[in-house]
């Protein structure tokens, strides 16, 4: 898919263009497969200058994200310099030490070997910025939930991370960081809030499994013991069950369900 493809398919995507979608089985799995294989990357970086198509793609794909009241309160500062990326290394190896000084006898010797960033192996960063003020005062689905504004930005740092793995790249969040030492570096005014630092760009391979497990650190949990139906008690038991019965379904009685 060229720039100008993604760039249209995302700017208006009517019925007829979306019957032309890729879809089956192919592109079902092409999908998850990318979820699957996407990884917090901090030392697989080959830090080689980037294709600026590309780069336009996965911004594109960041930029379609969903975002409450429509209000996309997002604004991606693309970070090359190298004097800055060296100050914001500093920043974060200092931050690393005042975390480990925090930590038990036996999370120092873990956390030692884990490598927290990559901001000067990889090719480039991407600060992404939080602007509670575009599309206010009145934006629908914020009145009750401020942070709704912030899960939007978080969405579309989530569709960046998907389309660095389907480019190649990897992308590493990072934040080791103070959010006033972020905003003077980079000169983001007062009233934008700096969400994330992302360091990104080509990389040599994905692990299949994330950093902190293969470190001993934390392990990740299963999904059954994260999914609840219909009381916070009540765990699901249809995950993983292959003769679990249907569920859900139309709550209204007037709703005839197409078969
Ligand atoms: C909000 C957020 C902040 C994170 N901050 C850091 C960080 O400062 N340094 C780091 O190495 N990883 C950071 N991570 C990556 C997580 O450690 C990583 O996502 C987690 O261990 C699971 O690994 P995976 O992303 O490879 O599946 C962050 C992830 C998120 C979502």
């Not at 960033?117 to 005062?137: M, Q």
């Not at 569709?159 to 905003?183: D, Q």
């Not at 990740?220 to 069950?241: I, K, M, N, S, T």
Request: glycine share 8%; charged share 25%.
């Amino acid at each position: 898919m060229t720039q100008r493809d993604f760039v249209d398919d995302h700017q208006g995507l009517d019925a007829p263009a979306a019957a032309s979608l890729p879809r089956g089985p192919e592109a079902t799995e092409s999908l998850y497969s990318v979820i699957r294989r996407r990884r917090d990357v901090r030392g697989q970086f080959t830090g080689e200058p980037v294709d600026p198509e590309i780069l336009t793609r996965v911004l594109g794909a960041a930029h379609a994200a969903p975002s409450v009241g429509l209000t996309q309160p997002w604004d991606f500062l693309v970070v090359t310099s190298d004097t800055t990326r060296r100050a914001f290394a500093h920043h974060v190896g200092e931050e690393r030490r005042a975390f480990a000084e925090d930590l038990d006898e036996r999370s120092t010797g873990r956390f030692a070997g884990i490598k927290i960033d990559g901001v000067l192996e990889s090719s480039l960063s991407i600060v992404v910025t939080y602007d509670a003020s575009r599309g206010a005062p009145h934006v629908i689905g914020r009145r009750t939930i401020a942070d709704a504004g912030l899960y939007s930005v978080c969405l579309a740092i989530e569709n960046l991370w998907l389309a660095c793995t389907a480019e190649g790249w990897g992308l590493g969040w990072v934040s080791f960081y103070r959010e006033p030492f972020v905003a003077e570096l980079l000169g983001i005014p007062s009233a934008i809030r700096p969400v994330a630092w992302l360091c990104a760009g080509p990389v040599t391979f994905l692990h299949g499994t994330p950093d902190l497990e293969r470190a001993g650190w934390r392990e990740r949990v299963a999904l059954a013991d994260v999914v609840r139906h219909d009381q916070w008690a009540v765990p699901a038991d249809f995950v993983g069950r292959r003769d679990a019965p249907v569920l859900g379904g139309a709550v209204s009685s007037d709703v005839t369900h197409r078969r």
